[in-house]
């Protein structure tokens, strides 16, 4: 009788302990990925919109001329290849998007995941202009590359997204 409730209590208390270590270690957001969708249609060149989606925030922005035309030759960025990155399969590295006019990606820095602001080209003084974040000002060009001696060593992670003529499908392949 005694084994048994000792056996009982262990078991309890080995699921109590499953339970507690997998809620501390799953992905924020939980296991389900729900499609987001975000509208294109308001979204001018030289414009984006932020949203959150799986409780991270993702930026979604409309690449102009002039933003396509900052971006840096390869001896500027650390990984100008996108070799160590997070993007969906068969996604170009050159514009690290479906088609040019479009980047979406998580809107927080590799290294600390601190929010990213948009520096336009011509505010931006010593560079082509791009993303740079709060914290450290670490600076990522118009696709989300990080450029050679700043703080983050990792280009901007891309979501799943699929990209149709009027709206981005977050979490659909």
Not at 81 to 103: I, K
Not at 140 to 161: C, H, K, S, T, W
Request: aromatic share 8%; proline share 7%.
């Amino acid at each position: 009788m005694r084994v048994t409730l000792k056996l009982m209590a262990l078991t309890a208390l080995l699921l109590f302990l499953f339970v507690i270590l997998r809620a501390l270690f799953s992905p924020p957001g939980g296991d389900v990925r729900l499609p987001l969708e975000v509208h294109l249609q308001g979204i001018e060149p030289g414009q984006h919109e932020r949203v959150t989606w799986n409780g991270r925030r993702v930026l979604v922005l409309h690449r102009d001329a002039t933003m396509l035309e900052a971006l840096p030759e390869a001896e500027a960025l650390y990984d100008p290849t996108s070799r160590f990155d997070r993007r969906p399969r068969g996604m170009t590295a050159a514009h690290r998007g479906w088609v040019p006019q479009w980047l979406v990606v998580y809107a927080e820095s590799t290294d600390l995941g601190c929010d990213l602001e948009i520096v336009s080209p011509y505010a931006a003084e010593g560079w082509e202009g791009g993303l740079r974040d709060r914290c450290r000002g670490g600076r990522y060009d118009f696709a989300g590359r990080v450029y050679r001696n700043q703080p983050a060593m990792r280009n901007l992670e891309i979501p799943p997204y699929r990209l149709e003529e009027t709206r981005v499908i977050l979490g659909a392949d």
